[in-house]
């Protein structure tokens, strides 16, 4: 058995122990101590990485009573080597920071709207905690502001194992139906909650705990919440954001809200007149060409988008007997194009009309798009030609 210092203090991130083992385990070196304040993982909370003497600790991990600590390197334990350990302290504190946020976020929401944790993971994107009842903004706001208060009060947070009679009598959360060896996680006056990870001492070392997003999930809610460091990293990235949009808008950022709606209208209002601006543009160029039994092909400005060609070419085809081509300038240069024919099988001659004009791209018999590297003279000189007539009766 490794003597479990992480259950005594959870603060002890330096402390001497004893080697007891050195095994090997599929490749990976492992070193097992008489006492770790190394947390194996669990209920929710990863485990603790750090330093055993000079090796970089990567994982630990519990069994049958013994902590394991994984770790890559070339050095070697002998049992009665006496080791100076240090865990990753800013890693765990963060972790204790957001897993005793969540203890009180969990408590407050089950004895305020009686909501049970059905799922909980503390992961990159923060914590993530499953109820399974539903919750307006309005009540989880309710359920922020109230863990934030508990976090200011500054109340004692402990932890101990019952008698199971003593057990038997107390009314606390827990996920699994465990009988024995039960660790009771303690935050005076608003949560009683089975667990054996470490916590904070006090809530006030949680420092904030922000919800980041919510959505109906299963019946219930998913949140994601940030706590602490964690919260704060969150805080002062969006800050970053919001100082560059209220500069980019002139405006002040609490009237960002209402200068991003103007500017939505009045986007809306200018693609209004461009698309009526294209639709008369498309006539004008209909009205002007004139029916052929080859090609038509246009050089059309750049705010032409695939859509607006596809409207030209849906009456270009009526003019001619074969492909109606538009082209419009890419940004990096070459050109984007939607062809349309009513008689010709486009898709068969994709591979000819790309190997012309330096293309690539396809699509249906009726259309084609894609990008073209080739020069306009070639472009044109290729469409004002009768070769694409020539490959279609070569293929038949
Ligand atoms: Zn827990």
């Known amino acids: 058995m490794t003597e479990k210092l992480y259950y005594s203090d959870s603060h002890m991130a330096e402390f001497e122990a004893v080697v007891q083992a050195y095994i090997e385990e599929n490749g990976r070196s492992c070193v097992i101590l008489d006492r770790s304040a190394f947390f194996p993982g669990g209920?929710?909370?990863p485990c603790d990485t750090g330093l055993i003497g000079e090796a970089i600790i990567k994982e630990a991990a519990e069994k049958d009573g013994k902590i394991l600590h994984y770790y890559t390197g070339n050095q070697k334990f002998s049992p009665g080597d006496r080791v100076l350990c240090h865990i990753d302290w800013k890693k765990?504190?963060?972790?204790?920071?957001?897993?005793?946020?969540?203890?009180?976020?969990?408590?407050?929401?089950?004895?305020?709207?009686?909501?049970?944790n059905v799922g909980f993971h503390m992961g990159e994107d923060g914590v993530t905690i499953d109820l399974d009842r539903e919750l307006s903004g309005k009540d989880i706001a309710e359920i922020e502001n109230s863990v934030n208060e508990a976090i200011w009060q500054n109340v004692p947070v402990t932890a101990r194992f019952p008698e199971e009679t003593e057990l038997a009598g107390l009314e606390y959360r827990s996920k699994l139906e465990l009988t024995e060896n039960i660790r009771i996680v303690t935050i005076e006056g608003y949560d009683t909650c089975a667990c054996c990870a470490p916590h904070v001492s006090k809530t006030g070392e949680i420092g904030l705990l922000k919800v980041i997003d919510y959505s109906r999930h299963r019946g219930g809610m998913r949140i994601i919440l940030r706590c602490g460091r964690e919260a704060m990293g969150v805080f002062s990235l969006y800050q970053d954001s919001v100082a560059e949009i209220s500069a980019m808008l002139s405006v002040k950022r609490k009237d960002m809200a209402a200068a991003v709606k103007r500017l939505a209208e009045e986007l809306n209002t200018q693609k209004r007149i461009c698309d009526s601006i294209k639709r008369e543009f498309v006539a004008g160029l209909v009205a002007e060409s004139e029916k052929t039994e080859g090609n038509l092909c246009w050089f059309l400005p750049d705010f032409f988008e695939p859509e607006s060609m596809r409207l030209l070419l849906n009456e270009a085809v009526k003019l001619c007997g074969g492909a109606?081509?538009?082209?419009?300038?890419?940004?990096?240069?070459g050109y984007n194009y939607v062809i349309a024919s009513e008689r010709l099988d486009l898709r068969a001659l994709s591979k000819s009309?790309?190997?012309?004009?330096?293309?690539?791209?396809?699509?249906?018999?009726?259309?084609?798009?894609?990008?073209?590297?080739?020069?306009?003279d070639v472009i044109k000189a290729f469409f004002d030609s009768r070769e694409i007539f020539d490959i279609q009766s070569q293929e038949k």
């Open 324 to 333: 109606a081509a538009s082209f419009v300038k890419k940004p990096g240069g």
């Open 43 to 45: 209920g929710g909370q």
């Open 353 to 376: 009309i790309n190997a012309a004009i330096s293309g690539r791209g396809g699509g249906s018999r009726e259309m084609i798009q894609g990008s073209a590297a080739a020069d306009e």
């Open 92 to 116: 765990r504190f963060s972790l204790m920071q957001n897993h005793s946020g969540e203890h009180l976020f969990s408590g407050i929401a089950h004895t305020r709207f009686g909501c049970e």
